[in-house]
């Protein structure tokens, strides 16, 4: 089946440093894209999306990346903070479809060191 | 403030007992999901809601059950027939019209004594 994954489970930056994390997806219909910020013990927090139109959407400190030839999708954090650390998820949906229905990766660990 | 809310943060359950988890929107949305969460790994979907009285099945609805009687609650029921119950449940939530991301509820951590 159609599924998204990602490169890295686990990624240790310096406080300062830009961050990327990555994620792959296969179903090729995909045509909205988000990612999400995973605290310990909370539920997921929005932090950017974009649509299969666009290839970069730059918000607050966040770019995300959208590369349909080879179905890949980043995250960028610039001066990456303490307080980025947590569980990042990209998710996928087929607006095609009539299920609105997200399919999520398993998430990458972001550590950040003082 | 509008938002996405769950209760009870933390839940105790003896083997063979149902219990039931609430989740309660005040944002409008048309949409309502209920997710389970293992450590270290990603969501699934257990059952989802687009429209009061309907709901489908997840990827993992085997041993719960829902309802959604109202647009604002889409309660899940955790039943005995769920092998293996203790996780991390997320409700979430989204409109069907234009931006569709879902926003999530702080979480229900179920453990089974």
């Known amino acids: 089946g159609e599924s998204v994954g990602l490169h890295l489970p686990t990624l240790s930056v310096q406080e300062g440093d830009n961050s990327i994390i990555n994620c792959a997806y296969s179903?090729?219909?995909?045509?909205?894209f988000i990612w999400y910020k995973q605290e310990s013990g909370k539920g997921p927090q929005f932090i950017i999306d974009?649509?299969?139109?666009?290839d970069k959407r730059q918000g607050q400190r966040v770019t995300v990346l959208l590369n349909k030839t080879v179905k890949h999708l980043s995250l960028q954090i610039a001066a990456t903070q303490p307080g980025d650390s947590a569980v990042y998820f990209c998710?996928?949906?087929?607006?095609?479809?009539?299920?609105?229905?997200?399919?999520f990766g398993k998430g990458t660990l972001l550590t950040v060191n003082p | 403030d509008g938002g996405i809310t769950q209760s009870p943060k933390y839940l105790f359950r003896k083997e063979g007992q149902n219990v039931t988890l609430s989740c309660e929107q005040n944002?409008?949305?048309?949409?309502m999901y209920w997710y389970r969460q293992d450590p270290g790994q990603g969501l699934r979907l257990i059952y989802y809601?687009?429209?009061?009285?309907?709901?489908q099945k997840g990827d993992i609805a085997e041993g719960y059950s829902v309802s959604r009687e109202k647009k604002e609650s889409f309660p899940l029921t955790v039943t005995s027939a769920q092998k293996n119950p203790t996780a991390f449940y997320l409700c979430?939530?989204?409109?069907?019209?234009?931006?569709?991301?879902?926003?999530f509820g702080p979480g229900t951590r179920l453990t089974v004594l």
């Open positions: 974009i649509r299969s139109n666009m």
């Open positions: 179903n090729s219909a995909s045509d909205y």
């Open positions: 944002l409008n949305h048309d949409a």
């Open positions: 809601s687009q429209i009061v009285n309907d709901f």
């Open positions: 979430a939530s989204s409109s069907l019209a234009g931006d569709r991301e879902q926003f």
């Open positions: 998710a996928e949906e087929d607006s095609g479809g009539s299920n609105y229905k997200l399919t």
